[in-house]
């Protein structure tokens, strides 16, 4: 059975994203067409992010094992945020963002790959990392994590987006000025990269697709893509890419 890693919010990161909405322009709060957004996984990436969703109109299911443990996190961001199991997350998105380690994909794909194809996006935030994934880890650097991820999910429509940028800086580099932090993603879907796009200006960043599912091993930490980047840097460091 696929679990998910257990996260308890640090007090500190609860007054954090209770502040978001304080600390963003308003005219970011208003979503044209709100979407249910579920996160698998609810750690420090799937609260900073999750809670931008929150700020920005979508209504958010946060997911754990132990959703009883997210208590103060969604009470601090407001009606729209909730917390759930995998299994609640999974049947309540139309958008399913994945935040966990890419050790748990495969059983992570096993029990609920069918319900993910059938979602209008899948967007894939993690990354697969050598000493905590271990076999699963190494085949997926290898093949590049979107390939690989495509493979255990069929009729998925994945997109990898956010994968490298760090969870701390995220609330910072949201609708940054005088020119936005860049957002690199990449996938196979037209639809699919079309309303990650749209969901990524919407909380505050430029999106800059790089290319199909194949080029997005390059978003990873490390790489010359990782980091932050305005879009035009962003780019300009693609272009380079293969």
């Known amino acids: 059975m696929f679990r998910v890693p257990v996260y308890t919010p640090a007090r ?36 900073a992010l999750g809670g931008l969703f929150v700020k920005t109109g979508h209504p ?49 794909a096993k029990e609920f790959g069918k319900q993910l194809a059938a979602k209008t996006l899948v967007l894939d935030v993690s990354n697969p990392i050598l000493p905590r994934d271990g076999d699963v ?25 956010f994968n490298a940028i760090g969870a701390g800086n995220l609330a910072a580099a949201s609708n940054r000025s005088p020119e936005r932090t860049g957002v690199p993603l990449a996938g196979d879907d037209a639809g699919a990269l079309t309303l990650a796009s749209d969901l990524v200006r919407e909380i505050g960043f430029d999106p800059v697709v790089i290319g199909s599912l194949a080029v997005g091993r390059h978003l990873i930490p490390g790489t010359p893509i990782g980091g932050e980047h305005t879009a035009a840097e962003l780019r300009k460091i693609a272009a380079t890419l293969k």
Do not use: C, N
Not at 78 to 95: C, E, I, K, Q
Not at 138 to 143: G, H, I, S, V
């Open 60 to 108: 958010v299911m946060f997911s754990t094992r132990h959703p009883e443990e997210l208590k103060s996190m969604v009470d601090g961001l407001g009606p729209l945020a909730r917390a759930g199991t995998v299994a609640d997350a999974v049947a309540y998105g139309d958008v399913v963002v994945l935040l966990v380690p890419y050790g748990a994909m495969p059983d992570l």
């Open 137 to 161: 880890g190494a085949k997926a650097r290898e093949e590049g994590a979107g390939t690989f991820l495509a493979k255990l999910m069929p009729g998925a429509r994945i997109v990898r987006a």
């Open 12 to 47: 500190r990161d609860v007054l954090r994203l209770g502040l978001l909405a304080a600390a963003m322009p308003h005219q970011s709060f208003a979503a044209a067409t709100p979407l249910k957004i579920a996160t698998i996984g609810a750690g420090r990436m799937g609260s």
